[in-house]
């Protein structure tokens, strides 16, 4: 089993329930339910400087990659799933770069959904 979180773009800031209900659709494949934003692949660019990338990690990286599988990504959103090992960090490094790139992210988790500030 592995922690994960998922991250899109939402227009205005949702509650737990429209988060639970996205995911749930995002999960079952689905990416119908949110718009395609550019800002998604933006976020794993930035992601992968400090999680390396698990299908082409370098020599010295094999001992800090974090995934449990490959990112699931399209324009769409992001589905993120590392070990529980490195949740805490991981998870606080993906609530920022989605603050930064204005993105929404939800840990399931936790029942948590990190709306970006609206300016």
């Known amino acids: 089993m592995s922690f994960d979180l998922y991250v899109w773009h939402e227009p205005m800031p949702i509650t737990v ?13 689905d990416d119908t339910v949110v718009q395609p934003d550019p800002r998604n692949l933006a976020l794993l660019d930035d992601l992968l400087v400090g999680f390396p990338d698990p299908d082409d990690p370098d020599d010295d990286e094999i001992d800090d990659l974090v995934w449990s599988v490959s990112p699931d990504v399209n324009e769409h959103r992001l589905i993120l799933c590392v070990g529980w090992s490195r949740a805490d960090d991981f998870s606080r490094a993906v609530f920022a770069l989605a603050q930064k790139h204005g993105l929404t992210c939800f840990d399931p988790q936790r029942n948590e959904v990190h709306n970006p500030s609206m300016s």
Not at 17 to 29: E, F, K, N, T, Y
Request: proline share 0%; glycine share 8%.
């Open 17 to 29: 329930d429209r988060a639970l209900l996205v995911c749930q659709s995002l999960a079952a494949g």
